[in-house]
C-alpha cells in the first residue's frame, strides 16, 4: 500500500489565454493535515477544481491509495472519499441542517422514494455531538452563523464517508474564538484517521494545524516542507518569489492639524462614552476583541447607524452625521469589512464601481459623460496598480487584493480627508498585504487620516501612528506606537470597564 492517501504528479491545466497550472506536483500522506498555500493567482482553486472532479488536468496523473484514477465529475470524487468545504459556504438557507447534510444522499427506504427522516435526524444529531458542537439538526441553516454552516459542513463530509477533505480559506471570516473551535475540529478529523488539505493565507493557521506544507507559485509548484523545519521568511520567498524584509511601509513624515474629534459618543447596546481624535496623515489603529464595537463605531461615525449620544467635530466644526451620503459630502469615507456584499457590485465593471460614488457629477441633465467617467476610473485605476485587463472586467474577476484596491479607489473619487478601513488586509494573501498596506501609507503621506480597524497585531503594530483599544463598547486605552506591545494592547482589550475609564480619563 502507498504511503499517500492522494499524489497528483505533472498536472498541467490551461484554459484560454491562461496557464492555470504546470507541472503541478502534490502528496498527502493519510492522517495529515497538509497545508496549501499560495498568493492569489497561484493556481490553488483550479487544484480544487482537479481533485473534486469539477475540471480534467490536461497533463498528469492523480492516484488515490496508489491507483491511478480519472474523475469524471464531482460525483465521482465524491464517491471516492474526497470532500471539500469552501472558504463561502454552498448551503440550501431555508432547508434544516438535517436536509443540508444528506443533500444528494438522502436515506431511502428500499424499493420506495420514501425518505427515512428519523433516521436522518439521528445520524445528524451523531455526526454533530461527534465533532463536539451543539447544532440542533431540525434547525434552518440560515440561523446559523458562517462557523456553524461550516461545522455543518463537515458533518456533511463526514456523512458521505469522505476521507479527504479540503478546506478552502476556512477561517477568513471567523472571529478569533470560532478560528480555534476549527482548529480544534480539524485536528479531530485528522487523529480519527481523515486527511486534510487546509488552503489558507494566513500564518497562524499553518503553524497551528499543519504536518507539512505546500506552497504554489504562479501555477507552479515550488516546493513541499515540514512546518516545524521552515521559517516564515523562507516560506514568503517561496510564495512571492521575492524578500519582504519590511512588511509595513517605514513612516516618513509629520502629523498635521486636528481633522476630527469624537466627544462621548455613545449608542445604546452597542458602544458608549467613546472619545479620539484623528490628525491629517495619522493613521490611527483601532483594535479589541470580538464584541469589543470597533465596526459599530466606525459605521455610527458613517451614518451607517445612527449614534444617540456624543458630538462629532470636523476641523472643529460641530456636524450631525444621519447617514453615508451626509458623511461623504463631509469628506468622511468608509471600506467595509465585506467587500463582496457591502462594498462592491460584483458583475459590474472595475471602473463603474470605482465611479459609482459621482456618478451624478458626471452626469448633465441626466446624461453620464461615459468619456470622463472611464478616464477618471482608468486613472485611479493605473494609480492603485489593480490587476485586470481592462476596467471593463467585472469586480468579481479579481483576486481579494484587487478588490481591496478597487473599493481605495472608489473612496478617492468621493474628495474625502477621513478614511475608515474596516480590516482592510481580510482575506488577501502576503504579497497583497504589502501592496496594501503601500497604499494606506502613501494616502497618510497626502495627508488624509485614517482609521484602520484591525484584528491582527502586527498589522496594527506595525502601521499605525496611536493605537485604540476597546472593549465591550468603551475606550480602554489609547496608546503611541513607541509605546505599545501585543502584550499591553492585549491587556488593555481584557481589561474591565472600570479599568477602562480610569485608563481613558488618564489619555
Known amino acids: 500500500m502507498s504511503d499517500y492517501i492522494l499524489e497528483l504528479n505533472g498536472i498541467t491545466k490551461t484554459f484560454p489565454g491562461v496557464r492555470a497550472l504546470n507541472d503541478v506536483h502534490f502528496q498527502l500522506k493519510r492522517g495529515e493535515i497538509h497545508a496549501l498555500m499560495g498568493e492569489n493567482g497561484a493556481g490553488k482553486s483550479t487544484f480544487i477544481k482537479i481533485i473534486t472532479g469539477v475540471h480534467p488536468p490536461d497533463q498528469g496523473e492523480i492516484l488515490l491509495n496508489g491507483e491511478k484514477i480519472v474523475f469524471r465529475s464531482p460525483n465521482d470524487a465524491k464517491e471516492r472519499g474526497i470532500a471539500a468545504i469552501y472558504q463561502h459556504v454552498t448551503c440550501y438557507p431555508d432547508l434544516t441542517v438535517t436536509e443540508n447534510i444528506f443533500m444528494g444522499h438522502e436515506k431511502v427506504r428500499k424499493g420506495t422514494h420514501c425518505i427515512l427522516w428519523k433516521q436522518m435526524y439521528q445520524e445528524a444529531k451523531r455526526l454533530l455531538t461527534e465533532l463536539g458542537v451543539a447544532i440542533d439538526p431540525k434547525t434552518q441553516m440560515g440561523a446559523l452563523s458562517v462557523a456553524q454552516q461550516q461545522t455543518v459542513e ?14 478552502d480559506e476556512p477561517t477568513s471570516a471567523l472571529t478569533k474564538r470560532e478560528s480555534e473551535e476549527l482548529y480544534r475540529i480539524t485536528k479531530q478529523l485528522r487523529d480519527k484517521g481523515a486527511s486534510v488539505i487546509f488552503i489558507s493565507h ?21 516546493g513541499t516542507w515540514n512546518v516545524k523545519e521552515i521559517s516564515n521568511e523562507k516560506l514568503i520567498v ?15 513624515g509629520t502629523m498635521g492639524a486636528e481633522l476630527m474629534q469624537v466627544k462621548k459618543l455613545g449608542r445604546t447596546g452597542y458602544f458608549n462614552d467613546v472619545s479620539f481624535t484623528l490628525r491629517r496623515g495619522e493613521i490611527l489603529g483601532l483594535t479589541g476583541l470580538v464584541g469589543a464595537g470597533r465596526s459599530e ?14 458630538e462629532i467635530y470636523l476641523d472643529g466644526k460641530k456636524v450631525t452625521i444621519n447617514n453615508p451620503l451626509t458623511a461623504m459630502d463631509l469628506g468622511i469615507g468608509y471600506l467595509p469589512e465585506d467587500r463582496q456584499k457591502q ?10 464601481n470605482i465611479t459609482l460614488p459621482v456618478l451624478k457629477k458626471l452626469s448633465r441633465m441626466g446624461w453620464l459623460n461615459e468619456q470622463k467617467e472611464a478616464e477618471l476610473a482608468q486613472s485611479l485605476s493605473e494609480k492603485m496598480v489593480v490587476k485586470a485587463k481592462s476596467i471593463f472586467d467585472t469586480a468579481d474577476s479579481l483576486s481579494g487584493g484587487n478588490q481591496q484596491k478597487v473599493l481605495i479607489a472608489k473612496l478617492l473619487t468621493a474628495s474625502v480627508k477621513i478614511i475608515i478601513l474596516d480590516e482592510p488586509t481580510k ?24 482609521i484602520m480597524i484591525s484584528s491582527e497585531m502586527p498589522e496594527v503594530l506595525g502601521m499605525s501612528d496611536r493605537i485604540m483599544v476597546m472593549r465591550e463598547g468603551r475606550v480602554t486605552r489609547i496608546l503611541d506606537c513607541q509605546e505599545a506591545t501585543q ?21
Not at 463537515?154 to 478546506?167: D, E, G, V, Y
Not at 517561496?238 to 516618513?252: D, N, Y
Not at 502584550?487 to 489619555?507: F, H, R, S
Open 154 to 167: 463537515i458533518a456533511k463530509a463526514l456523512s458521505t464517508q469522505a476521507s479527504i477533505i479540503i478546506m
Open 202 to 222: 494566513r500564518m497562524e493557521d499553518m503553524y497551528r494545524l499543519a504536518d507539512r506544507v505546500t506552497a504554489f507559485r504562479d501555477g507552479q509548484y515550488i
Open 238 to 252: 517561496a510564495m512571492v518569489g521575492r524578500e519582504i524584509t519590511q512588511l509595513f511601509p517605514q513612516k516618513v
Open 297 to 310: 463605531l466606525c459605521q455610527a461615525i458613517f451614518g451607517i447607524f445612527p449614534y444617540d449620544k456624543g
Open 343 to 352: 462594498g462592491l457590485v460584483l458583475k459590474w465593471g472595475i471602473g463603474r
Open 427 to 450: 482575506g488577501i494573501d502576503v504579497g497583497a498585504k504589502a501592496a496594501i498596506y503601500e497604499i494606506i501609507m502613501d494616502l497618510a503621506h497626502q495627508g488624509y487620516g485614517i
Open 487 to 507: 502584550e499591553i494592547i492585549l491587556e488593555a482589550a481584557m481589561a474591565t470597564q472600570a479599568d477602562g475609564k480610569a485608563t481613558q480619563a488618564a489619555v
